[in-house]
């Protein structure tokens, strides 16, 4: 939630409130046909080599980023363009990115405490 609020509702979000319904509409008809959606698709792993912001030798990386593709986008009059579709998949790649850096910095803090 946090890295949603930080890209998308913050002073200089990355997509406009007509794009981000966009994608929320998406997320929903991809639900509605039996799929993941866009939102909560993301999956994300723990591996030992770390990072160098890093004070564990544990890190956090994004295994798999939601992408909205030809198969996947809405047809007849609501199919998107192609800049329209690069623009939201750069925001899920952004947004993916910002919640495993999120992730890490708690896993940080969680080590630090355990170690303690």
Known sequence: MEAY???????DPLLS???VQL?????SELER??????W???RYGIHTAGTS??????GVVCVYHPQI??????????????ETEERLNAALWQYSERVATLIETKL????RQAQR
């Open 69 to 82: 593709t030809k198969d996947s986008v809405l047809r007849g009059a609501d199919e998107l363009d192609d």
């Open 17 to 19: 409130p007509e794009e």
């Open 108 to 111: 940080d803090e969680f080590v």
């Open 40 to 42: 909560g698709t993301d």
């Open 5 to 11: 609020t930080e890209l998308f509702e913050g002073d």
């Open 33 to 38: 046909e039996g799929g993941d959606g866009v």
């Open 23 to 27: 994608l929320d509409a998406l997320d």
């Open 53 to 58: 912001s890093s004070d564990t030798s544990l």
